[in-house]
Antibody, heavy 117, light 113 residues
Framework: EVQLVQSGAEVKKPGTTVKLSCSFS????????IHWLQQAPGKVPEWMGL????????IYAEKFQGRVAMTADTSTDTAYMELRSLRSEDTALYYC??????????WGQGTLVTVSS | DIVLTQSPLSLPVTPGEPASISCRST???????????LNWYLQKPGQSPQLLIY???IRASGVPDRFSGSGSGTDFTLKISRVEAEDVGLYYC??????????FGQGTRLEIK
C-alpha cells in the first residue's frame, strides 16, 4: 500500500523559514514526480511545484519562485519542501502528492503551517 | 496560465439521482500523445483530495464505477450515475497539460438534499 506521511503542524513567525517533510513507502520512490500544493483555509488547492527524486529536477510555480525549494532524499525515501520569507498569507495546509500520467494518485495527510507574529 | 471554470458551483442532489459537473478550459488540454490532461478530484470534509478521474476519462484505482469522466479539448464533464451520501464534498477539476503551471477549477460543492 502506498503511503505518504507528512511532518507535523508548524507555527512560524513572519519572515522565517519552514521546512516540511513527506515520507514515502509502498512504491519505488524514484519512479514518480512528487508535487507540493498549498491550500489556504476555505480555498482551492494551489500547485507550488514538483521534484523528481531520480535526478532532483525541480519546477516551481511562478508565484513561489525565489521562495521555495524542493528536494528529495533517496536514502530515506523522503521529500522536503522549504518555504522562505513566510507571510501571513502562507497560513495553509500543505500537501505532497505523487503523480502518474498527469494525475495525483496518492496524497499525504497534509501539514498545517500557521504564520503569526 | 490556463483557467478552468466549473459549473455549477453548488449542486444539491437527491440520493439515487444522477449529477453532472462541467469544467471548461481557456486552452486545449489535449496533448500530442492523444490524451487530455484533465483530472477530477473529490475533497471530503477534513480530508486530503482524492483522485477520481485522470487523463479525462480513466477512473483511478478503487473509484466506484458510478463516476465517469468525458470530454476533450476544452470541455469536460464529470458524471455520477447515482449519488450516494458518501459523495458529499468539493469536486475539483485540474489540468496538468502545462506541467509548469498546473491549475485547478474553483470547485463544486455537492450536497445531499
Amino acid at each position: 500500500e502506498v503511503q505518504l506521511v507528512q511532518s507535523g503542524a508548524e507555527v512560524k513567525k513572519p519572515g522565517t523559514t519552514v521546512k516540511l517533510s513527506c515520507s514515502f513507502s509502498g512504491y519505488t520512490f524514484t519512479d514518480h514526480y512528487i508535487h507540493w500544493l498549498q491550500q489556504a483555509p476555505g480555498k482551492v488547492p494551489e500547485w507550488m511545484g514538483l521534484v523528481h527524486p531520480e535526478d532532483g529536477e525541480t519546477i516551481y510555480a511562478e508565484k513561489f519562485q525565489g521562495r521555495v525549494a524542493m528536494t528529495a532524499d533517496t536514502s530515506t525515501d523522503t521529500a522536503y519542501m522549504e518555504l522562505r520569507s513566510l507571510r501571513s498569507e502562507d497560513t495553509a495546509l500543505y500537501y505532497c502528492a505523487t503523480e502518474k500520467s498527469g494525475g495525483f494518485h496518492h496524497w499525504g495527510q497534509g501539514t498545517l503551517v500557521t504564520v503569526s507574529s | 496560465d490556463i483557467v478552468l471554470t466549473q459549473s455549477p458551483l453548488s449542486l444539491p442532489v437527491t440520493p439515487g439521482e444522477p449529477a453532472s459537473i462541467s469544467c471548461r478550459s481557456t486552452q486545449s488540454l489535449l496533448f500530442s500523445n492523444g490524451y487530455n490532461y484533465l483530472n477530477w478530484y473529490l475533497q471530503k470534509p477534513g480530508q486530503s483530495p482524492q483522485l477520481l478521474i485522470y487523463l479525462g476519462s480513466i477512473r483511478a484505482s478503487g473509484v466506484p464505477d458510478r463516476f465517469s469522466g468525458s470530454g476533450s479539448g476544452t470541455d469536460f464533464t464529470l458524471k455520477i450515475s447515482r449519488v450516494e451520501a458518501e459523495d458529499v464534498g468539493l469536486y475539483y477539476c485540474m489540468q496538468s497539460v502545462q506541467t509548469w503551471a498546473i491549475t485547478f477549477g474553483q470547485g463544486t460543492r455537492l450536497e445531499i438534499k
